[in-house]
């Protein structure tokens, strides 16, 4: 797949497909432990255009620091306690913070979270009545022929076989969407890390339901291939797929945001070359560096327009 048309809304706000929302009074979020009703969704998220998500609750407290301490000087009327104020709290399973016109929320490890966190905020941005969004992943990933640091950004996300649409299963059968990101907004964030001067690839990655066997480590606690066998599959995933790199949400994010209208955008810091080995053992500074590196590129992108006013 080379290309994919999103067929947006003109005013870029989110597209529900699921009439019954119709008929529901409130509607719980049961995981973020908001309601359409008691709160005022269009008040509190209505001017809201990025979404940023990311697995652990550590690194989106981090982003959501960083961001308001970023704006605070230039954005006069920003609530000094947006960064502390977990506006998840009362579901007790995710952190979500709002600085400016930026969601921050982390979405755990793998296909099942990342799914709920995605229903549930597509439908608090679309009672938001949000406009001209773009959700972006920020993540870390294993890279495949791309060393520790790279900047990893999607091109499509492929599903542990190798197919490029995330199948979705619903009341016991599957439904295949196209799982290709939008080439405008993977332009415009690699002028974002070319800028920042950071290496960076873009390229197709493979989601997998699994960290060890799913990404043919040879470390898990089962193994039933080769390392010989572990390598050729790496390195035809690179040379025949353009597989570029290895994480575990990336093809359902994608997915989700296409189905649901909205850009989106996969960027993942590798931890290392998958060519090389499958512990991760590279200093924790480093690893630290190559995240921060990430937020910062991030930063830059959700605050241009804000600050190009
Ligand atoms: C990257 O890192 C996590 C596994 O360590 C997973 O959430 C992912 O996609
Ligand atoms: N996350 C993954 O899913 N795989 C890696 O190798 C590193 C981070």
């Known amino acids: 797949m080379t290309s994919y048309?999103?067929?947006?809304?003109?005013?870029?706000?989110v597209q529900l497909q699921n009439e019954n929302l119709k008929n529901i009074d409130v509607d719980f979020l049961?995981?973020?432990?908001?309601?359409?009703?008691?709160?005022?969704?269009?008040?509190?998220?209505?001017?809201?255009?990025?979404?940023?998500?990311?697995?652990?609750?550590?690194?989106?407290?981090?982003?959501?620091?960083?961001?308001?301490?970023?704006?605070?000087?230039?954005?006069?009327?920003?609530?000094?306690?947006?960064?502390?104020?977990?506006?998840?709290?009362?579901?007790?399973?995710?952190?979500?913070?709002k600085i400016a016109n930026t969601l921050i929320l982390n979405h755990g490890m793998g296909f099942g979270s990342l799914s709920i966190a995605l229903h549930e905020v597509l439908k608090l941005l679309f009672y938001a009545k949000a406009k001209n969004l773009t959700?972006?992943?920020?993540?870390?990933?294993?890279?495949?022929?791309?060393?520790?640091?790279t900047i990893c950004i999607t091109k499509t996300g492929y599903t542990q076989l190798i197919e490029p649409y995330f199948p979705y299963a619903a009341c016991g059968k599957?439904?295949?969407?196209?799982?290709?990101?939008c080439d405008e907004t993977i332009k415009n964030f690699s002028e974002h890390v070319d800028r920042a001067g950071l290496?960076?690839?873009?390229?197709?990655?493979?989601?997998?339901?699994?960290?060890?066997?799913?990404?043919g480590r040879t470390d898990g606690a089962f193994c039933h291939y080769t390392s010989e066998e572990k390598l050729q599959w790496l390195r035809e995933l690179s040379s025949v797929h353009n597989v570029i790199n290895f994480e575990m949400e990336a093809c359902l994010f994608i997915a989700s945001c296409n189905r649901a209208k909205v850009k989106s955008l996969c960027a993942c810091a590798a931890m290392?070359?998958?060519?090389?080995?499958?512990?991760?053992?590279?200093?924790?500074?480093?690893?630290?560096?190559?995240?921060?590196?990430?937020?910062?590129?991030?930063?830059?992108?959700?605050?241009?327009?804000?600050?190009?006013?």
Request: net charge negative; glycine share 10%.
């Open 5 to 13: 048309d999103l067929q947006m809304n003109s005013d870029g706000s």
């Open 135 to 149: 959700f972006i992943r920020m993540g870390t990933c294993g890279g495949v022929g791309q060393e520790a640091g």
């Open 30 to 97: 049961y995981h973020f432990g908001i309601d359409n009703k008691t709160t005022n969704l269009e008040k509190a998220f209505g001017d809201v255009n990025f979404v940023v998500m990311g697995g652990s609750e550590g690194r989106m407290e981090s982003f959501a620091k960083a961001l308001y301490n970023h704006l605070k000087d230039k954005l006069p009327d920003l609530d000094p306690q947006c960064a502390q104020n977990d506006l998840a709290k009362k579901g007790g399973r995710y952190v979500m913070f």
């Open 272 to 309: 290392l070359n998958r060519l090389n080995g499958d512990q991760i053992t590279s200093p924790k500074a480093d690893m630290v560096k190559y995240v921060e590196d990430l937020i910062n590129v991030c930063i830059s992108f959700v605050t241009e327009p804000l600050l190009s006013k």
């Open 174 to 181: 599957v439904i295949k969407l196209p799982s290709t990101a």
């Open 199 to 215: 290496t960076y690839a873009i390229g197709n990655t493979v989601s997998t339901d699994d960290f060890y066997e799913g990404q």
